[in-house]
Nanobody, 126 residues
Framework: QVQLVESGGGSVTTGGSRRLACAAS????????MGWFRQAPGKDREFVAT????????YYADSVKGRFAISGDNAKNTVYLQMNGLKPEDTAVYFC???????????????????WGQGTQVTVSS
């Protein structure tokens, strides 16, 4: 059974930093890309960032460009999200996701992801 487990969530003040990690496991786990989504209370789950393993391409939501950085270790099935310059509007549950299929630029959509973690809460206070 495939599992994605996030860690690193917590509370931080405005302008602070936080690093999230997601480790995938499972005998049948196959991944072409891993990334992050987030969901704030009362809002839809939205794309944050994705890393494509084959060529290292990264994709970011406009709202986090220049502040967040995604990285990972394909051999360890692990992806990280370094979040700097955090704002109260970044407060959300952050979900790790992975897809078995390779796409050209469609990583922004929830539907392309096959596996999801349970989420980790990030709270940014002013």
């Amino acid at each position: 059974q495939v599992q994605l487990v996030e860690s690193g969530g917590g509370s931080v003040t405005t302008g602070g930093s936080r690093r999230l990690a997601c480790a995938a496991s499972g005998r049948d786990f196959i991944s072409t890309a891993m990334g992050w989504f987030r969901q704030a209370p009362g809002k839809d789950r939205e794309f944050v960032a994705t890393l494509k393993w084959s060529d290292g391409s990264t994709y970011y939501a406009d709202s986090v460009k220049g502040r967040f950085a995604i990285s990972g270790d394909n051999a360890k099935n692990t992806v990280y999200l370094q979040m700097n310059g955090l704002k109260p509007e970044d407060t959300a549950v952050y979900f790790c996701a992975s897809t078995r299929h390779e796409y050209s630029g469609s990583y922004y959509y929830k539907v392309v992801y096959d596996y999801w973690g349970q989420g980790t809460q990030v709270t940014v206070s002013s």
